[in-house]
């Protein structure tokens, strides 16, 4: 069974994928958003993808979790604020970890989706490891 603490260390070892820059969300802040913002969403203890439960628990651990891409997800700004999180690639990897109690997390975003989640406090106020 993997505890808070080790789904906080995988997730923070994943690297963003090429091209894109890292960035740390505060999952306690970050998911509530998502849930309203982000038509990809999985709810908590949802799971549309079983096979990715037994990925992270048996395949990626704390030691080797550098070899798995980071969730990559996209924000778009509105007339009302933020308007949508486009969650493009990882969004098992991240509800998965997310629901074992992960507390902070790496995922990849472009320049400016990372300027929007710093104004609306989405980043984790520690953006190292």
């Known amino acids: 069974m ?15 994928q090429p091209g894109w820059c890292r960035a740390v969300i505060d999952v306690d802040t970050f998911d509530p958003i998502a849930e309203r913002c982000a038509p990809a969403y999985m709810k908590r203890g949802e799971e549309r993808h079983p096979g990715s439960r037994a990925y992270l628990t048996n395949v990626i651990s704390a030691e080797n979790a550098h070899r798995a891409y980071a969730p ?11 308007h949508r999180i486009g969650l493009l ?3 098992h990897r991240y509800a998965v970890l997310r629901d074992m109690g992960a507390k902070r997390m790496v995922v990849g975003m472009d320049w400016k989706s990372r300027e929007l989640a710093e104004k609306f ?7 190292t490891d």
């Not at 406090?121 to 953006?127: I, N, P, R, S, Y």
Request: charged share 20%.
């Open 89 to 91: 690639d990882g969004k």
């Open 121 to 127: 406090g989405l980043l984790a106020k520690d953006q």
């Open 72 to 82: 990559t997800m996209i924000l778009c700004f509105g007339e009302n604020g933020l």
């Open 2 to 16: 993997i505890t808070p603490d080790t789904a906080t260390k995988i997730a923070m070892a994943w690297q963003p």
